[in-house]
């Protein structure tokens, strides 16, 4: 007899619960994050007019260089597009969850929680730029598909961790979401992830411009406070310093972090 079932025959003629499994484990996860994904509005205009939309849950992930995480990723969207991106993970290994935000491209951006506004970003936390030397998007969905996996696999990540050191972190090939936008001009777009584990460190935004000239273009959107380096073909596109946690749990930056025990409710601090 293995020592798991012995100690599940114990706790059974004890009367004690068995051990979850780890796919009940798993999925107790997913139902908090998205419950607590579904807490947070967010509106376009400081008004709170026009509310964004909340997507299905888009990447499944745990990171267990961390810890017991796990977690997942969902989009709030308008008219089509992506405006915010958040990581949800529920951090068992320290009784927390985490909420991880990125403003993309909207500033003025209002996100309220139970009525109260929690977090002001400034300012959007993207720019996108030309992607030079690409070739015109396809005219059909299957083809620039193909073609935007093409184009991610010329980029890499580099994260420079105070603990970990310097290394790549690992491209996702097949885009965590996609989507198109008639009102802001986007033909066709996708989202990938460059991930630890499978647990999202930065994510890579291609979109195509509608209109008779449409191109290329991509934008990166950090989901760590530590210094990255973006590379296409080997050469920098992008760079970011490290930031504070101060900063990020200030919530007035495009990225910012939302800290709470399950049981003690919302906490500010690492």
């Not at 080997?234 to 490290?242: D, I, L, N, T």
């Amino acid at each position: 007899m293995s020592a798991g079932t012995l100690f599940l025959s114990l706790a059974l003629i004890l009367g004690a619960d068995p051990p979850a499994s780890e796919e009940s484990r798993a999925a107790d996860s997913a139902r908090r994050v998205l419950e607590l994904a579904k807490q947070y509005e967010f509106f376009a205009e400081p008004e709170c007019q026009t509310k964004l939309e909340l997507s299905k849950p888009l990447l499944v992930y745990s990171n267990p260089v961390r810890g017991d995480v796990h977690g997942n990723v969902f989009v709030w969207t308008l008219a089509g597009r992506p405006e915010v991106i958040g990581a949800f993970f529920d951090f068992r290994s320290e009784d927390k969850l985490d909420s991880e935000l990125h403003l993309l491209s909207r500033a003025g951006t209002v996100s309220r929680r139970e009525g109260k506004v929690f977090w002001s970003p400034e300012q959007a936390g993207t720019t996108f730029q030309p992607l030079a030397d690409s070739p015109p998007p396809a005219t059909t969905a299957e083809g620039r598909l193909r073609q935007m996996r093409d184009l991610a696999r010329q980029f890499s990540v580099e994260r420079d961790h105070p603990e970990q050191g310097k290394g790549a972190v690992r491209l996702l090939t097949q885009p965590i979401y996609r989507y198109s936008s008639e009102a802001a001009k986007v033909l066709d777009g996708a989202i990938f992830a460059f991930v630890e584990g499978t647990d999202p460190e930065a994510y890579l935004l291609l979109e195509a411009t509608a209109g008779e000239k449409s191109a290329w273009r991509f934008a990166f959107a950090r989901m760590n406070i530590v210094a990255f380096d973006g590379l296409r073909d080997g050469k920098s596109v992008w760079h970011v310093e490290p930031v504070s946690w101060d900063s990020v749990f200030d919530k007035h930056e495009p990225y910012a972090i939302i800290r709470e025990h399950p049981r003690r409710g919302l906490i500010r601090t690492r």
